[in-house]
T-cell receptor, first 112, second 115 residues
Framework: DAKTTQPNSMESNEEEPVHLPCNHS???????IHWYRQLPSQGPEYVIHGLTSNVNNRMASLAIAEDRKSSTLILHRATLRDAAVYYC?????????????FGRGTQLTVWP | SAVISQKPSRDICQRGTSLTIQCQVD?????MFWYRQQPGQSLTLIATANQGSEATYESGFVIDKFPISRPNLTFSTLTVSNMSPEDSSIYLC????????????FGEGSRLTVL
């Protein structure tokens, strides 16, 4: 699976938007981009995923660059509960969902 | 969605002993997986639990150390054998109902400390 690069940490104030970047310059045409987050003392939870087009759901938006070599997870209004480690993961469409390879992720701190 | 229960949630174990972690899902699922998260680290996939057959292990993990069972579509166990302090980790069960894209659901994890 292709690798991703994320900043180790980011900070935001409550109720402000947060843009979490992810670089994946070696992404292949069949790689999905998945985002998960892990709140303190919990297992990871799914946030969003996409292939080529931007995606929106109740939790976040995923903006994918036209060349797909980078993506950005957007939290529109950060809350204290959004403080977590955010993982950007590539998964080949042909591989088994669940065989995910987690990097170190970005630790997001949200200030009140 | 799937609700995953893991037991025990945490335990303190002695070196050389073995411990079995249980993972119970509230509905039938296609795929079940076991991950490990060592202190301060990210998650590492241990194996895919296959119903009725031997688990599929990732590189660096072997059946003798981490035997896995999956007798049906809602239950799996992971045993950590002959434990050493290096096995102190959080062990997480995860499930999916899709072979394609989609969500992977995780349990809360089982935190093991080996003395």
């Amino acid at each position: 699976d292709a690798k991703t690069t994320q900043p180790n940490s980011m900070e935001s104030n409550e109720e402000e938007p947060v843009h979490l970047p992810c670089n994946h310059s070696t992404i292949s045409g069949t790689d999905y981009i998945h985002w998960y987050r892990q709140l303190p003392s919990q297992g990871p939870e799914y946030v969003i995923h996409g292939l080529t087009s931007n995606v929106n759901n109740r939790m976040a938006s995923l903006a994918i660059a036209e060349d797909r070599k980078s993506s950005t997870l957007i939290l529109h209004r950060a809350t204290l509960r959004d403080a977590a480690v955010y993982y950007c993961i590539l998964r080949d469409r042909g591989s088994t969902l669940g065989r995910l390879y987690f990097g170190r992720g970005t630790q997001l701190t949200v200030w009140p | 969605s799937a609700v995953i229960s893991q037991k025990p949630s945490r335990d303190i174990c002695q070196r050389g002993t073995s411990l079995t972690i249980q993972c119970q899902v509230d509905s039938q699922v296609t795929m079940m997986f076991w991950y490990r998260q060592q202190p301060g680290q990210s998650l590492t996939l241990i194996a895919t639990a296959n119903q009725g057959s031997e688990a599929t292990y990732e590189s660096g993990f072997v059946i003798d150390k981490f035997p896995i069972s999956r007798p049906n579509l809602t239950f799996s166990t992971l045993t950590v054998s002959n434990m050493s302090p290096e096995d102190s980790s959080i062990y997480l069960c995860s499930v999916s109902n899709s072979q394609g894209s989609g969500e992977l659901f995780f349990g809360e994890g089982s935190r093991l400390t080996v003395l």
